[in-house]
């Protein structure tokens, strides 16, 4: 069994200069404790048989902007000076880029509880003739 979360699971910034499509923050107005709502969800949500899976969507195209509250931590560890609020290109042809996100997000609390990433819309970092088939492998892997 999986469950679902589209994009209501993180937040939308209300800063004009941020993209609310591509922010990573948790949405704790909806989910004031995601880390024990995935713990959970882990641990009771057997239905048929099988422990619970979670899919989170997400939308990487649009980078990483300083809205993120997590901005400094993936803007330097890609080079950029988060004093420049310079949004963080997505780039899932670039392994610094790629390390960086999942180190920084992915990887780490509450997020790393999610089984499936998956994205739907754009693709980023590769001109091939699928750039999205090519960020979900990048992640699923």
Excluded: K
Aim: proline residues 6%; hydrophobic residues 40%.
């Amino acid at each position: 069994s999986i469950m679902v979360l589209d994009m209501d699971w993180h937040n939308e910034p209300h800063d004009p200069g941020c993209q609310s499509w591509g922010n990573y923050d948790v949405n704790t107005t909806l989910w004031p404790d995601m880390l024990r709502f995935a713990q959970e969800a882990h641990e009771y949500g057997v239905v048929t048989g099988h422990p619970l899976r979670m899919s989170f969507n997400v939308h990487p195209q649009t980078g990483v902007d300083h809205c993120d509250s997590r901005y400094a931590a993936i803007a330097a560890a890609v080079g950029i000076d988060p004093a420049t609020n310079t949004t963080v290109p997505c780039d899932f042809g670039n392994e610094t880029f790629v390390d960086a996100l999942f180190s920084v997000y992915y990887d780490a609390m509450p997020l790393h509880e999610v089984d499936i990433w998956w994205t739907d819309y754009g693709g980023c970092g590769l001109s091939a003739n699928n750039p999205l088939l090519w960020n979900n492998r990048v992640i699923y892997e």
